[in-house]
């Protein structure tokens, strides 16, 4: 859900203070010693029963992107590092954490070991199976479209 608010944080606070700027000139309030407001009059009565259609709608979208979008790719980048992993481990032994630094390497390189990689984290590795193992991450992300991704 956080991410298809993020995506679109134009709307929700659009969403968001389409309801409460204009009550801010009913609401009597001044600023407290520790940085935060105190509201001096009662307003209650300006949230208890007030129309949400919006917020609901809103929240809507979001629900429908996160169960068609957000959590297909998800599940679809899982099964691709999944692959990955274990393809590495056909290739050299490997735990879990190096693995992960590998695909990070890779992630960041566009399928390629870099230099420094090979030569500090990755030295043990040959150069065959630093090809090899570029060929898994290739053929376990092909069309994941993984740039941008915070994994």
Known sequence: MSAAILRNIDSYRSVLESYS?????????????????EVLNDTGDYYRYFDATAHAEFLYRCVEQTIERDL????????????FAHGIQEIADMPSDKIELL??????EDGRLSKRAREN???????????????????????????????
């Open 21 to 37: 700027r204009p009550l801010l000139d009913c609401i009597n309030w001044r600023a407290a010693a520790n940085g935060n407001i």
């Open 72 to 83: 297909p790719e998800e599940v679809a980048y899982l099964q691709a590092y999944d692959r």
């Open 103 to 108: 695909h990070r390497f890779l992630r960041q």
């Open 121 to 151: 984290e990755f030295a043990a590795l040959t150069d065959r199976e630093a090809e090899q193992i570029a060929a898994v991450y290739r053929s376990s992300f092909e069309d994941k479209h993984e740039t941008g991704r915070n994994a």
